[in-house]
């Protein structure tokens, strides 16, 4: 079953997949199985030990920490996988995951993932991505309701509505990366991003729409960025990243296939309304020797402005 076109194509696009070529998914996951869950069905309980990672095929998983809430901490869709922390950190399961529609599965066990991740270099270094996004999720998550808890005073680290970086934590901790990268002399690219027409977005599909548009894709932005990226929000309604290490070429070639994701995904509300999908603007820029981080930022502003001057749905440099 594993050799199914249709099968392997979502599996050759999916995070966790990303780059490995077909021949090997087929050979190392051919003995997985195809697992169906009905809405409502619970897959994954706190507490439980987890042998398996899950790639959804179709339909959609919501991830909450109690069985029943209103809030979900995250819904995932086709391509995106769950119960890796379990399975590698060989740690009791952390929170509920329960299909939010009819969904099938692949389950890939323990076995298979390891054989992959030991013949495979972008194996290795997906699961790798895939780990610290989810760390830093959590990480983002606890010090919010830590905060939200203690009643700290002040403005938070955090973005409410995203789990960002807010605006002031952000460009504080890039002036560090980029005070870093010029002292060794390394190369690094800033990326600010856009929804495009968000306002009219919301005002078709309510406040609620708006705000979920955002929530997707700062959540499909921590899944594509690697461990050594960063993000944040910057001047309200938009995003931006900090890529280490990177050539203005290479924070391309990954901004485009972000932007890809974010283009494909569905919008989908803590109710399991789907929304249509969104699009976005970005500009890029590579930082300069003699750089602060004002001027990278008004050197990539000036890249998005562009970018949605030409109709949005694009990405634009500024040298």
């Known amino acids: 079953m594993i050799h199914s076109p249709k099968i392997l194509k979502i599996l050759e696009t999916a995070p966790l997949f990303l780059g490995i070529p077909s021949q090997l998914l087929a050979q190392h996951l051919g003995k997985s199985k195809l697992q169906p869950l009905r809405s409502e069905q619970v897959l994954l309980i706190p507490g439980n030990s987890n042998n398996t990672i899950y790639v959804i095929l179709s339909g959609r998983l919501r991830v909450q920490s109690k069985v029943t809430e209103a809030e979900p901490i995250a819904i995932l869709g086709e391509g995106e996988c769950v119960g890796e922390m379990s399975m590698l950190g060989d740690a009791p399961v952390s929170a509920y995951v329960i299909a939010d529609s009819d969904c099938q599965l692949l389950a890939v066990n323990h076995a298979a993932i390891w054989e992959l991740i030991n013949n495979s270099h972008a194996a290795a270094s997906n699961i790798l991505n895939i780990l610290t996004s989810r760390i830093r999720s959590t990480n983002e998550l606890a010090a919010e309701s830590l905060e939200h808890h203690q009643g700290f005073s002040g403005s938070s680290m955090v973005d409410e509505l995203t789990g960002l970086y807010n605006q002031d934590s952000t460009r504080k901790k890039f002036q560090r990366l980029l005070h870093r990268s010029l002292k060794d002399n390394k190369p690094c690219c800033l990326l600010t991003m856009e929804i495009d027409h968000l306002n009219e977005y919301t005002v078709k599909h309510g406040q609620l729409g708006g705000d979920q548009a955002q929530r997707d894709v700062a959540y499909l932005i921590l899944n594509y960025i690697r461990p050594n990226d960063h993000a944040g929000r910057h001047n309200k309604e938009k995003f931006a990243i900090f890529l280490s290490d990177t050539s203005l070429s290479g924070a391309r070639t990954a901004t485009e ?25 970005t500009g890029i820029s590579q ?22 001057d030409s109709g949005g749905d694009c990405i634009k440099s500024s040298h």
């Open 257 to 281: 296939r972000l932007n890809t994701s974010i283009s494909l995904s569905s919008v989908v509300l803590p109710s399991g309304d789907d929304l249509p999908s969104i699009s976005v603007s």
């Open 287 to 308: 930082a300069r020797p003699d750089d602060t981080i004002d001027e990278l930022f008004a050197r990539t502003d000036l890249a998005l402005q562009l970018a949605k």
